[in-house]
C-alpha cells in the first residue's frame, strides 16, 4: 500500500511557463511534507517543505500548497527554467514514527527550451 | 562540510555473491536511512537507525538483507546471497532528530547491478 502517490510518472513544460507537480497522501498522521529534487547520478536533495498547519510555503520560484481535507499537495515551479529538468518525489513523515520520510514514486520534469 | 560519503559508487556482480556497501553519515547526525531507488517502486525505506539502534527494518525485503550500524560514523548494508532482482541504487542518508523539518541528506547512492 502506497501512502504517498506521485499520479505523473512525467511532466513535460516550456521554459518560461509554469510546472505543477501534484502528490496524495493517506496517512492522516504525516505531519511534514517536502519535495526533493533528484539530478541523474546523485542522491535526492531536499527543495521545499511545508507544516502541516500551514497551508502554502513560498521559496522563490518554488511554491509548496497543502489541501489537508483532501490530503493532497502541489508543487508550483514558476517560471520554470532547463535547469529545473529533473525527477521530483514527494515525502511525507508521520511524526509517530521518528524521523522516516515516506517517499512517492517521483515525476520525471523535462523543461524545453 | 563533508556530506554523506556512500561506497563503491558503483558494483557489478554475479548472482549468489556478497555484496556489502557502505556509509559515512554527517558528522554529528543522529538517524542514519538505507533506501533503495528501483524504477518500479521508486525510493523506499528498507532500514533507519537512531543513536546507532536500528529502530524499523520493516521495508528490508527479506533474510538475505542485513545492515548494522557500529558506531556513529560508519553503516553498512549486506545483500547474501545477491540476486538479479536487488539490481537497484542504494543511497545512505542522514539527518539530525533535535533540529528536525524533515530535511534528510542523502549521498550520491551506490548502483548495484547483479549479473
Known amino acids: 500500500d502506497q501512502q504517498v502517490k506521485q499520479n505523473s510518472p512525467s511532466l513535460s513544460v516550456q521554459e518560461g511557463r509554469i510546472s505543477i507537480l501534484n502528490c496524495d497522501y493517506t496517512?492522516?498522521?504525516?505531519?511534514?511534507f517536502l519535495w526533493y529534487k533528484k539530478y541523474p547520478a546523485e542522491g535526492p536533495t531536499f527543495l521545499i517543505s511545508i507544516s502541516s498547519i500551514k497551508d502554502k510555503n513560498e521559496d522563490g520560484r518554488f511554491t509548496v500548497f497543502l489541501n489537508k481535507s483532501a490530503k493532497h499537495l502541489s508543487l508550483h515551479i514558476v517560471p520554470s527554467q532547463p535547469g529545473d529538468s529533473a525527477v521530483y518525489f514527494c515525502a511525507a513523515r508521520d511524526k509517530a514514527a521518528g524521523n522516516k520520510l515516506t517517499f512517492g514514486g517521483g515525476t520525471r520534469v523535462l523543461v524545453k527550451p | 562540510d563533508a556530506g554523506v560519503i556512500q561506497s563503491p559508487r558503483h558494483e557489478v556482480t554475479e548472482m549468489g555473491q556478497e555484496v556489502t556497501l557502505r556509509c559515512k553519515p554527517i558528522?554529528?547526525?543522529?538517524?542514519l536511512f538505507w533506501y533503495r531507488q528501483t524504477m518500479m517502486r521508486g525510493l523506499e525505506l528498507l532500514i533507519y537507525?537512531?543513536?546507532?539502534?536500528?529502530?524499523?527494518d520493516s521495508g528490508m525485503p527479506e533474510d538475505r538483507f542485513s545492515a548494522k550500524m557500529p558506531n556513529a560514523s560508519f553503516s553498512t548494508l549486506k545483500i547474501q546471497p545477491s540476486e538479479p532482482r536487488d539490481s537497484a541504487v542504494y543511497f545512505c542518508?542522514?539527518?539530525?532528530?533535535?533540529?528536525?523539518?524533515?530535511?534528510?541528506?542523502f549521498g550520491e547512492g551506490s548502483r548495484l547491478t547483479v549479473l
Open positions: 537507525f537512531n543513536n546507532n539502534v536500528p529502530i524499523d
Open positions: 542518508a542522514s539527518s539530525l532528530g533535535t533540529a528536525f523539518t524533515g530535511e534528510l541528506f
Open positions: 496517512n492522516s498522521m504525516f505531519d511534514y
Open positions: 558528522s554529528g547526525h543522529d538517524y
